[in-house]
């Protein structure tokens, strides 16, 4: 050190300060497009040096990333800083660049059935302050949940009404009543959840979180928990004067893979000889009678085309007009069918019908 003279100190500072500044600079003949929101940088200079590298670019890549990348440093450091918690940190502007998102949008939330109602009468909800003053300790307190103003479930004495057994435990009946709220505020959400998902609401064979149960509900209910076991309900016990449950069904009974040769040749058989009975058999009495009415149909279609009195000539009697054979002529008063002979003769073979 002793040897080396100022000029040399000097110089050697000066290329020193140099390399900093290169290291810092990197110039390029397209400049990059920022998108400081979502800290991205777009390079569309096209990659020559990736070209001549041959087969192994990765040393090529590395420096690419590393210029791009002071590039992008370089322009944070141009943002507005301030000083955030004894660090400085910079100001980032709104984001450019549209990205797409992972997931879709989500669906507005349903309306429950009160949202519904109140939207259809017009109600609009007043918005309610979180704390009220509580009289009783004297300090601002939630209006509802843990540590809430007039909280009840604190006291240690609670006055009886007129009206009530004055033997009933008014504390086990405060908790009561705050179990059957819950559990009904429960049932409406998971029916507003059930409508909201288009989902079929289940059977009303359970019972109502409040109570007041009529008679058919009650059994409903009863015979669902006894046929809700592993046998079902089999092994299950009955009360002395219990009816047996209507539509329960019967359990199908299988046989046994290896068993009595016999009985199955046997049903085996029976079934063949159940197949062939299921061919069509001629009922001759059946057919015959289905011949003749549709004969007799013919003919009374033929005698209502005709007329009742046959073929008239002429025009009708009240004009004075005559009927073929005079006044004189025998006329058929009796109805068709009561002493007429059949055309050809009475049919061989056939039966009068019942």
């Given amino acids: 050190m002793e040897g080396q003279s100022v000029e040399e100190l000097l110089a050697k500072a000066e290329q020193d300060e140099a390399e900093k500044l290169h290291r810092i600079t990197v110039l390029k003949e397209l400049e990059l497009e920022f998108d400081l929101g979502n800290l991205l940088a777009s390079d569309r200079n096209p990659p020559t040096g990736l070209r001549c590298a041959g087969p192994t670019p990765e040393a090529e890549l590395r420096a690419l990333a590393r210029d791009n990348t002071q590039l992008l440093i370089n322009q944070l450091w141009q943002l507005p800083t301030e000083r955030v918690e004894e660090a400085i940190v910079a100001r980032l502007p709104e984001p450019t660049t549209r990205l797409p998102r992972e997931k879709p949008l989500p669906r507005p939330r349903p309306l429950t059935r009160w949202q519904q109602f109140a939207r259809l009468k017009g109600i609009r909800s007043k918005k309610k302050t979180n704390l009220v003053w509580d009289e009783v300790s004297g300090q601002w307190r939630r209006r509802w949940g843990y540590q809430r103003a007039r909280d009840d479930t604190k006291e240690w004495l609670i006055e009886v009404p007129g009206n009530a057994d004055p033997?009933?435990?008014?504390?086990?009946?405060?908790?009561?009543?705050?179990?059957?709220?819950?559990?009904?505020?429960e049932l409406n959400r998971l029916r507003n959840l059930a409508r909201a998902h288009k989902m079929q609401l289940p059977s009303a064979a359970g019972l109502h979180p409040t109570g007041h149960q009529s008679k058919e509900e009650l059994g409903r209910a009863m015979q669902v928990a006894k046929v809700s076991t592993a046998s079902v309900g089999r092994f299950q016990e009955r009360l002395p004067k219990e009816k047996a449950p209507r539509g329960s069904g019967k359990k199908r009974k299988f046989q046994s893979l290896f068993g009595d040769f016999a009985a199955e040749k046997k049903n085996q058989l029976e079934l063949l000889r159940i197949m062939n009975s299921k061919k069509p058999q001629l009922d001759v009495t059946r057919a015959t009678n289905k011949q003749m009415r549709e004969e007799d149909q013919e003919e009374a279609a033929k005698r209502r085309k005709q007329g009742p009195g046959g073929k008239r000539k002429g025009g009708p009697p009240s004009q004075g007009g005559k009927r073929k054979g005079g006044l004189g002529g025998k006329m058929n008063t009796r109805p068709p069918g009561f002493g007429g002979k059949r055309k050809g003769g009475q049919r061989p073979g056939g039966k009068r019908r019942k």
């Avoid at 009933?168 to 009904?184: G, L, N």
Wanted: aromatic content about 6%; charged content about 45%.
């Fill in 167 to 185: 033997l009933e435990d008014q504390f086990a009946k405060r908790i009561q009543a705050k179990k059957e709220r819950v559990a009904k505020n």
